[in-house]
Each structure stands twice: as C-alpha cells, then as structure tokens.
C-alpha cells in the first residue's frame, strides 16, 4: 500500500460527458501528479500541482483541469469526453523537495475509465 | 518522440536465470533514473535508482547500471522469481524544473516456474 488512495477504482461513462477523479496523497506529501495510461502506452504525464499551485504542465487536454485543495487531496475533472479518453488515469503523490530532482513518487492505484 | 526508450515490450525468463531489462534515453540532460515495478489492477512503485555520478546501484537481488556514454541503462535481478513477473517502467528526470520524470512504455517481465 502506497498510502496513495484514487476513487473510484472503476468508471464507465458515455461520450460527451463529464467525470471527476479524486486523489489523496501520502500523509507529508505537498505534490500530486496525474498521469494517464492508456493502452500499449507509457505513463504520459498531464499535471503537477504542488502545496495547492499549479506547478507543472504535461500533455493535458484543454478539456481536462486539476485542482489541489487546502487538505491536498486533488480532483481531476475531464470533460466532454471522448474515445479515446479510455485509459487508466494515476495520480502519485511525493515530497517534492526544492532543487532536488531525485524525488521518489508513490502512484495510487489508479482509476480506470471507460468511455462508451 | 520518446526520450527514454523501452524497446522490449515483453521478456521472459525462467525461475533463477537472470532477468536483463533495458533502457535507452535522448536526453544528454537527465541525471536521475528509476524503474518502477507495476503489478495487473496496481499503481507503479518504486524499485530502484541511480544518479548519473555513479555507473551501478544494487539493491538486494536488484540491480541497475548505468553507462552514460551510450545513454543507456538496465536493470538486473538475479535471481530472477515467479512473483517479478510485472510490467517494469523506466523512468528518468533532469535537474531543476518540476521534479517529472519520463517514462518509458515499459516491459512486461514473465518469469516462468
């Protein structure tokens, strides 16, 4: 166990609509990552949020947004969905220390989204 | 394009033989390398690592060499287990920015009894 908790584990939904994901990361944990896997792909990175900012931006859809709040469990909201929005979506959290790049991240289990 | 490169998408071994998995990478600017270890309906954890400073790093039946030269690391485990049978991601970040690593597309590791 990561300590990482994302809900719901599963989620299946019609084109068109809009879902949110939530994540909870680690006790002491200030930054929450999203990653979304889809098949046959690696982990893309989508969004870095860091203490309740926005710190980084991957390759995340204008119809996707993220948010970190006071108690640092982030929401990722997809939108208009499509397709290929299918794929399993992670969330990591880590300490994130200043001016080190040798952060560990530890990964929830994930969300998986169907998109019919 | 890919920056760090998994060109095996499947390996398989046999129980006690070595497992061998590779990775290459473009950018000269990364300093930091992991792999991560992901088992079917689990998130990715963390598994082992290397900074650039060194060229191996061992971990019990685990161990990663790096040659920077060739831009190229991998991961041994030795000996290899039923229960190693997992997707292995690499994964590498450089210094500075926002602490992301990139990933690889990963290898599916079957070690066979």
């Known amino acids: 166990d990561s300590g990482v908790t994302q809900t719901p584990k599963h989620l299946i939904t019609a084109t068109g609509q809009r879902v949110t994901l939530r994540c909870s990361p680690r006790?002491?944990?200030?930054?929450v990552y999203w990653y979304q896997q889809s098949l046959d792909q690696g982990l893309q990175f989508l969004i870095q949020?860091?203490?309740?900012?926005?710190?980084a931006k991957g390759n995340i859809l204008e119809r996707f947004s993220a948010q970190q709040f006071p108690d640092l469990h982030s929401e990722l909201n997809l939108s208009s969905l499509e397709l290929g929005d299918s794929a399993l979506y992670f969330c990591?959290?880590?300490?994130?220390?200043?001016?080190?790049?040798?952060?560990?991240?530890?990964f929830g289990p994930g969300t998986r989204l169907t998109v019919l | 394009d890919q920056q760090v490169k998994q060109n095996s998408p499947s390996l398989s071994v046999q129980e006690g033989r070595i497992s061998i998995l590779n990775c290459d990478y473009t950018n000269s600017m990364f300093d930091y390398f992991l792999w991560y270890k992901k088992y079917p309906a689990e998130g990715p954890t963390f598994l082992i690592s290397i900074s650039s400073i060194k060229d191996k790093n061992e971990d019990g039946r685990f161990t990663v060499f790096l040659n920077k030269s060739a831009k190229h690391l991998s991961l041994h485990i030795v000996p290899s287990q039923p229960g190693d049978s997992a997707v292995y991601f690499c994964?590498?970040?450089?210094?500075?920015?926002?602490?992301?690593?990139?990933f690889g597309r990963g290898t599916s590791l079957i070690v066979h009894p």
């Open positions: 006790s002491g944990d200030l930054s």
């Open positions: 994964a590498a970040s450089a210094p500075g920015g926002s602490y992301i690593p990139t």
């Open positions: 990591a959290s880590s300490v994130a220390l200043a001016g080190k790049n040798t952060d560990t991240q530890y």
């Open positions: 949020y860091y203490n309740g900012e926005e710190r």
